[in-house]
């Protein structure tokens, strides 16, 4: 009977775990969502893509207090329960500057912000929707093809490089249209800026962590 339970807890664990990457997964898409309904002038839509990427933040922050919990006594090895804590930690931190960056955006739907800043938001929000998907499948091959793990990681290197240039160019729009832009909504602006780029080396961070356990488990 104390086997059964430990193989329960343990797959527990694990489903857990899953949905909470998933979940992390879904925030980005839906900041990417929120961006393109302001670009487009739908506050409302823009709106809901908020409230489900809020709800599933909420989500992310219960499985990440039970998966710590259930990992304290559970029957995972040790170093098995630090992969997942490491992971689970890095994606809690990912989905937080999702959120941040979600409640700039709503934040600037009640101001006049230049077409061409909300376009170049876009692209950007593209490219993280893109990281974090190739994250989800690095992770996801880390138990059954390593190398491909790596070959993931390292797409994700180039992605958030991608994310560098775009934060670059964001700027000098800032820069651009300073002078006729209230100096409320250039804060604004600039903790969006700062929280997609936050996303991206979260993302990246993660990343990281995937090839530290892809080169480790080959070694063991």
Request: proline share 1%; glycine share 2%.
């Amino acid at each position: 009977m104390e086997r059964w339970f430990s193989k329960r807890r343990k797959f527990k664990v694990l489903e857990m775990a899953d949905r909470q990457m998933t979940l992390a997964i879904d925030t980005v898409i839906e900041l990417e969502k929120a961006i393109n309904a302001a670009l487009n002038g739908n506050k409302l839509e823009a709106i809901a893509s908020f409230n489900r990427l809020s709800t599933a933040e909420h989500e992310i922050d219960e499985l990440r207090r039970i998966v710590f919990e259930e990992l304290t006594r559970g029957s995972l090895q040790s170093k098995d329960r630090e992969d997942i804590m490491h992971l689970v930690k890095r994606l809690d931190q990912m989905a937080d500057h999702v959120k941040d960056a979600s409640r700039a955006v709503i934040l600037l739907l009640e101001t006049e912000v230049p077409k061409e800043m909300w376009k170049q938001f876009a692209k950007t929000a593209k490219d993280l929707v893109a990281c974090a998907k190739t994250l989800l499948k690095a992770i996801e091959n880390l138990g059954t093809d390593p190398m491909k793990a790596m070959e993931l990681a390292k797409q994700i290197d180039k992605i958030e490089s991608q994310v560098d240039e775009k934060t670059l160019k964001s700027k000098a729009l800032l820069l651009k249209y300073s002078k006729e832009t209230d100096v409320a909504t250039l804060v604004l602006l600039k903790d969006l800026i700062e929280e997609m780029e936050h996303v991206a080396d979260a993302c990246d961070d993660t990343a990281d962590y995937v090839r530290i356990l892809t080169v480790s488990r080959e070694a063991s």
